[in-house]
C-alpha cells in the first residue's frame, strides 16, 4: 500500500476552500476523548484537551465536527452510527480517540469509560473495532476515511485475569484509508503529565502548515514526536489513499495531481508471519526434574465474602432470572478468578461450557483456573482443547506453559511459552514463565535475562507468579 494520505487531504481540504461544498465532498469528523475510566487509579489529563483542540482545528479546516466526553459504551455507539447516517459517496469520514486501546485477536479497540474487561472476550463485547468502523466507512460510500488513535497507553484491565497484548494491532483498512497510531504497534507509552500528549502537540503544529500534503503532514508528525521524546516513541502510520489531500490548501489552491505523483515508500509494517504452533500432545522426554518450588495458594474465599460486591450481586441475579445465561456466568467466574474465589469460578466455567462444550475463552479460562489451584492434568486437558478448537490462541498457549511450568515439564513449558511470544513478544507473562522454565532446565544465563525482561516491563510479574504458586 501507498501512503497517499497527505494527498488526498490537500485534495479535500483544496475543495472546501475554492468551491463550496457538495454531498460528496463534505467531511464529517467524530472526536473523542475518555479521560474517565472508573479502573484506572486517576483519570488521564490528557484526552479531553486534546480532542478539544484537534475539534476546533478540524472545523477551521472545514469539518462538520461531534466531540464527544468520557462517553459509554452506548453513547459511543449512538455517536458512531450517527456519523455513519451522515456519509454520503465521496465523502470524507474521520475518527479521533484519545483514551485507553487494547488489541485483541490483531484488531485494535477503542474503549468506552464504562468497559467492563475481564478476559480478552470483553474486550472485543466492549470495546469499538478500529476495522470495523473503517468498513464500515467505506460501506456507507466515504472516498477518504481517517483515523488518528492516541490510545497506545498502559490500560488497567492488563493484569486482572489474563494478560492483555500490550499496545495496538496493525490495522486491516480498506482502500482510500489513513491510520496514524501515537506510538508503534504493539508498545506503549506514558502520558507526559503535561495537559496536552506529545503526539496531539506536533500532529496541530503540523495540520497548521499550509500547503502540505497530508502525508507528508504525518510525516513530519511522527519524526516531531520521535525527535522530542529522543527516539522513546516513534508513531505509526499506514495509507491506501489514492486521493490529494492537505489539511490547509495554499493560498493559490495549485496542487499537483495524482499521476504526476510519485509513489511514496510504504510506511505499513508488513503482517505478522503465520506462526506454527506445537501440537496440543506432546512428550517430555527429559530426566524428571526436581519438583518446582512451589507457595502455599490462599485458602479460597466463601461466596459470603462477595455478597455486596456490585458486579457479582448483578450478575447472580441476571442468573436468578436466568440460569442459563452463558454471558453472565463466564463473567461471574471471570470476577471470582480474579478475586482469588477459585471453587466458585471452576463451577461458573463448568457451567459455561456445559451450555457451551466449545467456548475456548471458559475453557481457557478453566485451564488457567485449575492450574493456580493445582488441578493440572484436568487444566492441561482444558488447554489441549482450547488450542483444538483455536490454534492460533494465544493466551491457552501462556496458560498451558504454566500448567507445564507447574508441573515441572520445563521443555513443554519453553516450547508453550515460545510460541506465546512469537504471537506477541511482548507478553511478559510467558516470558518471565520461559525465565523460570530454561532456569530449572539448567539455562540459567538465558533464564535471568528473560526475567529480568518481564521484570522490566512489569514490575509485579514476580508477585503475580508468586499468586500462582510459583517461585
Known amino acids: 500500500m501507498k501512503i497517499r494520505l497527505g494527498l488526498l487531504l490537500t485534495l479535500l481540504f483544496s475543495v472546501v476552500s475554492t468551491a463550496p461544498l457538495s454531498a460528496s465532498g463534505e467531511r464529517y469528523a467524530l472526536v473523542i476523548g475518555n479521560a474517565k475510566y472508573p479502573d484506572a487509579d486517576a483519570p488521564l489529563k490528557e484526552p479531553i484537551n486534546d480532542a478539544r483542540d484537534i475539534a476546533d482545528e478540524l472545523k477551521r479546516d472545514g469539518f462538520t465536527v461531534e466531540t464527544g466526553e468520557n462517553l459509554t459504551g452506548d453513547n459511543m455507539r449512538r455517536a458512531i452510527e450517527r456519523l455513519y447516517a451522515k456519509l454520503t459517496p465521496g465523502s470524507v469520514a474521520l475518527v479521533f480517540f484519545s483514551g485507553f486501546g487494547i488489541q485483541s485477536n490483531r484488531q485494535s479497540y477503542m474503549m468506552p469509560v464504562d468497559a467492563q474487561i475481564w478476559s480478552e472476550a470483553d474486550v472485543r463485547h466492549d470495546g469499538f473495532s478500529l476495522e470495523t468502523i473503517l468498513g464500515e466507512f467505506n460501506s456507507r460510500g466515504a472516498g477518504v476515511k ?12 492488563e493484569r486482572r485475569f489474563r494478560t492483555f497484548s500490550a499496545g495496538l494491532a496493525p490495522v486491516i483498512a480498506p482502500n482510500g484509508s489513513l491510520v496514524m497510531y501515537s506510538a508503534a504497534l504493539s508498545s506503549v507509552i506514558s502520558d507526559n503529565g503535561g495537559d496536552h500528549s506529545l503526539f496531539v502537540q506536533e500532529l496541530l503544529k503540523e495540520i497548521r502548515v499550509p500547503d502540505l500534503m497530508a502525508e507528508e503532514t504525518l510525516n513530519r508528525t511522527r519524526v516531531g514526536v520521535t525527535r522530542a521524546s529522543r527516539g522513546e516513541q516513534v508513531p505509526w502510520i499506514s495509507s491506501s489513499l489514492a486521493e490529494d489531500f492537505s489539511f490547509i490548501p495554499g493560498a493559490t489552491g495549485n496542487r499537483p495531481t495524482v499521476a504526476a505523483l510519485q509513489p511514496a515508500p510504504p510506511l505499513e509494517s508488513p503482517p505478522p508471519a503465520r506462526v506454527e ?13 526436581p519438583p518446582p518450588p512451589t507457595v502455599e495458594r490462599p485458602a479460597d474465599k466463601p461466596q459470603l465474602a462477595f455478597a455486596d460486591d456490585p458486579t457479582i450481586k448483578n450478575l447472580t441475579q441476571k442468573l436468578e432470572a436466568n440460569p442459563d445465561d452463558a454471558s453472565a456466568l463466564y ?14 469460578a471452576i463451577k461458573d466455567f463448568d457451567d459455561t461450557i456445559r451450555l457451551n462444550p466449545k467456548d475456548v475463552e471458559a475453557l481457557n479460562n478453566r485451564c488457567w483456573t485449575r492450574a493456580v489451584v493445582g488441578d493440572l492434568q484436568a487444566a492441561l486437558k482444558d488447554c489441549n482443547e482450547a488450542l483444538r478448537l483455536r490454534p492460533n490462541f494465544v493466551d491457552a498457549l501462556d496458560s498451558r506453559g504454566l500448567v507445564n511450568l507447574k508441573s515441572g515439564l520445563t521443555k513443554n513449558a519453553i516450547t508453550d511459552f515460545d510460541a506465546a511470544l512469537r504471537i506477541n513478544p511482548r507478553l511478559t507473562s510467558s516470558l518471565y514463565g520461559r525465565g523460570l522454565a530454561k532456569q530449572r532446565s539448567g539455562s540459567i544465563s538465558e533464564g535471568n535475562l528473560d526475567i529480568a525482561n518481564a521484570k522490566a516491563m512489569d514490575p509485579n510479574i514476580v508477585q503475580e507468579f508468586d499468586s500462582f504458586g510459583v517461585r
Request: hydrophobic share 30%; no cysteine.
Open 277 to 289: 504452533l506445537p501440537p496440543p500432545a506432546r512428550v517430555d522426554n527429559s530426566p524428571p526434574p
Open 146 to 157: 481517517i483515523a488518528l488513535i492516541d490510545a497506545s497507553r498502559r490500560n488497567p484491565y
Open 331 to 344: 463473567r461471574r467466574g471471570q470476577v471470582y478468578a480474579s478475586k482469588g474465589a477459585y471453587s466458585l
